[in-house]
């Protein structure tokens, strides 16, 4: 049996803390699996674009989990490698994709919030100071999910999906 270094054994990260941590990269794990899964769907659809823009969305959901899992470690503690279950494969069509998608980013959104506040209230402040990148980033990411919405609604769906599809191609580029 393998043993743990006593320098790793050693973190100033609170238990509370780290099980948080590692229950995000889970969340972030499993986001990233519904981007593959919605950028596959898209593919599947005909809708490059869109497929394009899922896949680079969960790439991006990859390093938010990589970066918890460098802090983590970084800090001397065991980061998790998180298990990813059920991903809903099948969608209605593409506004019920878009629409899952800004349900998501959300749900994130509201998770980094009940860290940062788990995290205060714990006299955490490196950890509260590191997730304040993730609440700016969640930010622009409800943004961009609402704009893919919007751009959908506005261009009438049925007459423009390779308009809407080239669109929402388009809003990676700008990264």
């Not at 790793?8 to 780290?18: G, I, N």
């Not at 490059?48 to 959901?61: A, I, N, P, T």
């Not at 950890?127 to 990411?141: G, I, K, N, V």
């Amino acid at each position: 049996m393998q043993t743990t270094s006593i320098l790793r054994q050693k973190t100033s990260l609170q238990e509370s803390v780290l099980d948080i941590l590692n229950q995000q990269m889970g969340v972030e794990a499993h986001s990233s699996a519904l981007y593959l899964s919605m950028s596959a769907w898209c593919y599947a659809q005909g809708l490059r674009g869109c497929g394009e823009f899922f896949r680079k969305q969960s790439d991006e959901e990859r390093e938010h989990m990589m970066k918890i899992f460098h802090y983590i470690t970084h800090a001397g503690a065991l980061a998790l490698s998180p298990e990813v279950g059920k991903v809903e494969r099948n969608f209605e069509d593409l506004r019920s994709v878009l629409v899952a998608a800004l349900d998501q980013e959300i749900q994130i959104t509201e998770n980094f919030n009940k860290m940062t506040e788990h995290c205060q209230k714990a006299r955490d402040y490196q950890t509260a100071r590191f997730l304040q990148w993730y609440l700016d980033e969640q930010l622009e990411e409800e943004r961009q999910a609402r704009r893919c919405i919007e751009i959908f609604d506005l261009m009438n769906a049925k007459d423009a999906l390779y308009d809407i599809d080239r669109e929402i191609h388009d809003l990676k580029k700008g990264e």
